[in-house]
């Protein structure tokens, strides 16, 4: 059962961009995507449905970069949540809890209303800051204690939350409604310029850490068994950090701050599957990508009015996140 569940888990992310690509207020049928996708690709149909202009325009040029960049967000915060909670053995932690998504969305803001540099840069460069600061608060004579990050977490981001309402208030009156709905996490502004903008730092963080995922096992034996085991925890400690940032931070910079996906999705999977990481990733991968497409179906789609999808993605973990806390009792890994 549990080879079939993870094959499910796999292969999920393919009903799911078919189904989400077909819900709108311009409702396209599942035949109809399917042969508007193959009739772009090769100039023929599968089931023979009607090729208009309106559905073209519509799927290609405002649903489909939606749907590929929501997944995208929500693998690469999963990704990272997984890795995370990997190099750092507790199930607790996760770019959210870290600080890094606030660092990251302080810096992304800053290039936004400020700064003539790429918002992926920007983003990136105080997202280490945040995760930086974190690790040296936390680490004593070598041992990072888990309570200490999650708190020094907890500091870093209420100070760069506190610099974000600084830039508040120098913006122009005129980006300030949007950039406001920006860092509530959204979707709305999805383009394929976006999507190319963001892909580049994404296949490196998700390069890196599939490549060397199987490592992470070893590393979570304890820094004394990996080195008789002929790995340098430190430095595939930085590898992981390094691309677990980058995923995190690129994701942050084109959709705001979307909490609690990174610490939901890993967890759920290692409680079903268990702590292999060299099959974690790559379901953590699947089931973000699946599960963020969702919710950014149902925040277009619940309302009138679009729901930020930062709002809902908090209202369904942070119950989890208590419940976790209350399990867990901020203890260690499990």
């Known amino acids: 059962?549990?080879?079939?569940?993870?094959?499910?888990?796999?292969?999920?992310?393919?009903?799911?961009?078919?189904?989400?690509?077909?819900?709108?207020?311009?409702?396209?049928?599942?035949?109809?995507?399917?042969?508007?996708?193959?009739?772009?690709?090769?100039?023929?149909?599968?089931?023979?449905?009607?090729?208009?202009?309106?559905?073209?325009?519509?799927?290609?040029?405002?649903?489909?970069?939606?749907?590929?960049?929501?997944?995208?967000?929500?693998?690469?915060?999963?990704?990272?949540?997984?890795?995370?909670?990997?190099?750092?053995?507790?199930?607790?932690?996760?770019?959210?809890?870290?600080?890094?998504?606030?660092?990251?969305?302080?810096?992304?803001?800053?290039?936004?209303?400020?700064?003539?540099?790429?918002?992926?840069?920007?983003?990136?460069?105080?997202?280490?800051?945040?995760?930086?600061?974190?690790?040296?608060?936390?680490?004593?004579?070598?041992?990072?204690?888990?309570?200490?990050?999650?708190?020094?977490?907890?500091?870093?981001?209420?100070?760069?939350?506190?610099?974000?309402?600084?830039?508040?208030?120098?913006?122009?009156?005129?980006?300030?409604?949007?950039?406001?709905?920006w860092i509530m996490g959204s979707l709305h502004t999805s383009s394929w310029e976006k999507v190319y903008s963001v892909l580049p730092y994404m296949l490196i963080g998700f390069s890196l850490t599939y490549i060397f995922r199987w490592k992470l096992n070893v590393l979570a034996l304890g820094e004394k068994d990996s080195i008789i085991l002929g790995i340098n925890p430190q430095k595939y400690k930085i590898i992981f950090i390094f691309a677990s940032t980058l995923l995190a931070s690129a994701a942050v910079s084109v959709s705001g701050i979307i909490s609690l996906v990174g610490l939901m999705i890993p967890h759920m999977l290692r409680m079903v599957f268990g702590s292999d990481n060299s099959k974690m990733i790559p379901m953590s991968f699947c089931l973000g990508a699946s599960y963020l497409a969702i919710v950014d179906c149902f925040s277009r789609n619940l309302c009138s009015f679009e729901i930020p999808i930062g709002i809902l993605t908090t209202i369904i973990g942070a119950p989890y996140f208590i419940a976790l806390i209350r399990k867990t009792k901020a203890g260690g890994w499990q």
């Open 1 to 181: 059962m549990k080879k079939i569940a993870e094959k499910i888990v796999i292969l999920l992310p393919i009903p799911v961009f078919l189904i989400t690509l077909c819900i709108g207020s311009y409702n396209i049928p599942i035949e109809r995507v399917v042969d508007l996708i193959v009739y772009k690709i090769s100039g023929y149909t599968v089931f023979n449905a009607a090729i208009d202009m309106n559905s073209l325009n519509v799927l290609f040029e405002i649903r489909l970069p939606r749907v590929i960049l929501s997944m995208l967000v929500g693998a690469s915060l999963s990704v990272a949540g997984a890795s995370f909670q990997a190099v750092l053995k507790n199930p607790l932690v996760e770019p959210y809890t870290l600080g890094l998504s606030s660092g990251a969305a302080f810096g992304a803001a800053l290039a936004l209303s400020f700064l003539n540099i790429p918002v992926q840069i920007s983003a990136f460069f105080f997202a280490c800051i945040s995760v930086a600061i974190c690790y040296l608060v936390a680490t004593k004579d070598g041992d990072t204690s888990v309570v200490s990050l999650i708190l020094s977490g907890v500091a870093i981001s209420a100070l760069f939350t506190a610099f974000l309402s600084i830039l508040q208030i120098m913006i122009d009156p005129m980006k300030l409604q949007g950039l406001i709905y």
